[in-house]
């Protein structure tokens, strides 16, 4: 059991949250004025020079530019150079306080030496692959076990997308039953099954271009937060082949955009157990962010399964795991030792030394150092800035956050759905177009977002960065009206 506490023992008034997102969403935008806009759009032109050649010529070749979904930044993707800590610096020299954090996995901050210098080792001594077996594939796997000791048994994969495929054919195997329930607007990465009803609770197969329908024929959503809807479907599905398993990413879909009461996953444990479902809990964002028992010790809840990403290997490559109750995950063990069932799974570069090293040297850090519970101040602190300016402004946009999780919601286009679908069609791509802005603007002053609406923040946020970053959120925000 890890010997760290929950890193916050309260938890967000999700009421009131709701009431405040309801009345951001019931006004018109509020986006940054426009001569001011035209000049955060001229400081690219000036001073992002070498990033928009770079990205006009990888236009040519590559689709759209850039190929991580978080990099589609607007009006262009600058192309990094340096990351150190807490910031990041651009190809023409720019500097910029990172609160993208690579999406979320370098709870240590950027290119932490440390766990550098160990890869390096490893690199020197053995390489990044041999396809055999490496012991520090068995450390970190014991290491993630002393964490959440609901991992009875460990799988290393290459990414989150993979291991959520793994969890659900470990399900499937176990159960023997079919279908599988995902809360509406939730990402759990981007294989056939998963895209469905993806960002925008509702929208089923709206973004499975290139998806046979039977590839998520199987895959259900219900919308967040409402258990009789889940309830309805486990029910329905007694009757047609039963549900293998229900996956939540635990502190709400996407990373808690809407975020979950905090008894939420109580009450799906329970409806799993009373319909013979195994629960999935996706914790490639809260795996160590929330603490290093993850989501599941913050909340008190033991999952059948669990998924891992992005931490697991400190922000080096290859970052995903699968992992849970003994009789599941020995579905994957094939011949010696095995079940005879196999759900087969595989990855040439899954659980290579590099991987497995850097993750397991990262982990003891964020331990040792108290990681999580430091990005956590980071983010209160962040939090409670935003808040206090947003309230002086006198602005309908809303800030909370879950531990090193923070929301800034301006626009409120993650709010958009499917129950209100006329506002949906009306109001998505003005409000989205200011998500853009306001990202465009934040980072023209020097502070990188998710997608201008989310922040990670790492152990490397110290309160001089914190608040140096609440100034120049504060440049922005008072221009918006
Ligand atoms: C909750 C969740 N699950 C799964 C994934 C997919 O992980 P990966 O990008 O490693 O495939 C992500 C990625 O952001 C995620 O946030």
């Known amino acids: 059991m890890s010997q760290q506490q929950n890193v916050r023992p309260d938890y967000l008034d999700v009421n009131e949250v709701y009431k405040r997102l309801a009345a951001l969403i019931s006004q018109p935008i509020h986006p940054v004025r426009r001569e001011k806009m035209q000049a955060y759009l001229d400081y690219f032109e000036t001073k992002c020079k070498r990033s928009k050649e770079l990205n006009d010529e990888a236009c040519q070749i590559i689709p759209g530019g850039v190929q991580h979904n978080l990099a589609f930044n607007y009006p262009f993707p600058i192309a990094v150079e340096k990351a150190d800590g807490a910031y990041l610096w651009d190809v023409d020299g720019?500097?910029?306080i990172d609160f993208l954090q690579a999406g979320g996995p370098t709870m240590l901050g950027s290119n932490y030496a440390p766990v550098r210098e160990k890869v390096f080792e490893m690199l020197n001594s053995c390489g990044p692959v041999t396809g055999l077996f490496n012991e520090y594939e068995l450390k970190l796997a014991h290491l993630i076990q002393?964490?959440?000791?609901?991992v009875e048994m460990f799988r290393m994969l290459g990414s989150g997308t993979e291991s959520v495929m793994a969890a659900i054919r470990a399900a499937r195997t176990f159960t023997k039953k079919k279908y599988v329930?995902?809360?509406?607007?939730?990402?759990?990465?981007?294989?056939d099954q998963m895209v469905y009803g993806l960002h925008v609770p509702g929208t089923g197969r709206m973004e499975a271009k290139g998806i046979p329908r039977g590839a998520n024929r199987t895959t259900q959503e219900f919308y967040p937060n409402s258990l009789g809807a889940l309830k309805r479907h486990l029910i329905l599905n007694r009757l047609r082949g039963g549900t293998a398993a229900v996956i939540v990413e635990p502190v709400g879909p996407e990373s808690g955009t809407r975020p979950v009461p905090f008894d939420f996953n109580q009450k799906v444990r329970e409806l799993?157990?009373?319909?013979?479902?195994l629960l999935i809990f996706d914790e490639v964002v809260t795996g160590f962010r929330l603490g290093m028992g993850g989501a599941q010790e913050y909340f008190g809840i033991k999952p059948d399964i669990t998924v891992f990403g992005k931490c697991i290997a400190g922000g080096y490559p290859m970052a995903g795991g699968v992992g849970g109750r003994r009789?599941?995950?020995?579905?994957?063990?094939?011949?010696i030792g095995g079940t005879g069932e196999r759900a087969y799974v595989g990855g040439t570069l899954s659980a290579n030394p590099l991987s497995c090293v850097a993750g397991y040297y990262a982990l003891l850090e964020m331990e040792r150092l108290d990681a999580p519970v430091l990005a956590t101040k980071a983010g209160d602190r962040l939090t409670k800035g935003l808040n206090q300016m947003i309230e002086k402004l006198g602005l309908p946009f809303v800030a909370y956050n879950q531990g090193s999780i923070v929301?800034?919601?301006?626009?409120?286009?993650?709010?958009?759905?499917?129950?209100?679908?006329?506002?949906?069609?009306?109001?998505?791509?003005?409000?989205?177009?200011m998500m853009e802005e306001m990202g465009a603007a934040y980072m023209a002053e020097g502070v990188i977002t998710l997608a201008g609406s989310r922040m990670y923040t790492s152990m490397a946020d110290t309160d001089d960065v914190i608040d140096d970053a609440l100034a120049r959120f504060e440049s922005v925000l008072s221009v918006c009206g």
């Open 94 to 96: 720019n500097r910029y």
């Open 146 to 150: 002393r964490f959440v000791p609901s």
């Open 181 to 191: 329930i995902k809360v509406g607007g939730a990402y759990h990465g981007w294989s």
């Open 272 to 277: 799993c157990d009373e319909f013979g479902a």
């Open 327 to 335: 009789d599941v995950i020995m579905s994957f063990g094939a011949g």
């Open 407 to 433: 929301h800034l919601e301006t626009s409120g286009t993650m709010l958009l759905d499917f129950k209100n679908p006329i506002r949906l069609l009306r109001e998505l791509n003005p409000r989205k177009h």
